[in-house]
């Protein structure tokens, strides 16, 4: 059954940068049928989408934030990250990785999220 | 960027009743859209695909219909453990989007 887990720092200051990773277990991100992905939702709000990546790179950013996001696989370790730069408080968000199935154009596995607050 | 709306933002549902959400797209997303669960504290959870398939494991009492830009979810029998927030997800093209979300609540 596939997994995923985030991780990072859950504090991170002003101006610096967000930097998180999903490691992904029974399964491998080399497979041709899936992206990977990053979804956040801020406290009390809705699903925004970070950005989408393949297993052999191309990604795909949310034009409101692809200035800032960078989203790249390793597929020795099996994982793929997230770095988002300059953050302020409106990046404060519940951020969550997930695999976008080609198949069924929607994401069908999540992480269980992780806590990001920007705050001095 | 295609818009998801989402109507209406709270709906108010008795335990047994039949709950509709509705999800309009500012341009057509045809059959590709999407309908989550989310739980509180939870991770969303895929329920419906191509606008009316369910995903793998999902009971018969939720059902989608819909295609080009209105879409609905709809619950026929409201368990208790259906109380959540839904959202609708289109990937018709890059970048998707999500809907603004839908929280069914206890009446």
């Known amino acids: 059954q596939l997994h995923l887990q985030e991780s990072g720092p859950g504090l991170v200051k002003p101006s610096e940068t967000l930097s998180l990773s999903c490691s992904v277990s029974?399964?491998?991100?080399?497979?041709?049928?899936?992206?990977w992905g990053w979804i956040r939702q801020p406290p009390g709000k809705g699903l925004e989408w970070i950005g989408s990546?393949?297993?052999?790179?191309?990604?795909y950013y949310n034009p409101s934030l692809k200035w800032r996001i960078t989203i790249s696989p390793d597929t020795s370790k099996n994982q793929f990250s997230l770095r988002l730069r300059s953050v302020t408080a409106s990046d404060t968000a519940v951020y969550y990785c997930?695999?976008?199935?080609?198949?069924?154009?929607?994401?069908?596995?999540w992480g269980q999220g992780t806590v990001v607050t920007v705050s001095s | 960027e295609i818009v998801l709306t989402q109507s209406p933002a709270t709906l108010s549902v008795s335990p047994g009743e039949r709950a509709t959400l509705s999800c309009r797209a500012s341009?057509?997303?045809?059959?590709?859209l999407a309908w989550y669960q989310q739980k509180s504290g939870q991770a969303p959870r895929l329920l419906i695909y191509?606008?009316?398939t369910r995903a793998t494991g999902i009971p018969a009492r939720f059902s989608g219909s819909g295609s080009g830009t209105d879409f609905t979810l709809t619950i026929s029998s409201l368990e208790p453990e259906d109380f959540a927030v839904y959202y609708c997800?289109?990937?018709?093209?890059?970048?998707?989007?999500f809907g603004g979300g839908t929280k069914v609540e206890i009446k």
């Open positions: 990546v393949y297993h052999s790179g191309s990604p």
């Open positions: 997800q289109h990937r018709v093209d890059w970048p998707l989007t």
């Open positions: 997930a695999r976008f199935s080609w198949k069924l154009e929607a994401f069908d596995v």
């Open positions: 029974g399964g491998s991100i080399n497979s041709g049928s899936y992206y």
């Open positions: 341009q057509s997303v045809r059959s590709h």
């Open positions: 191509d606008a009316s």
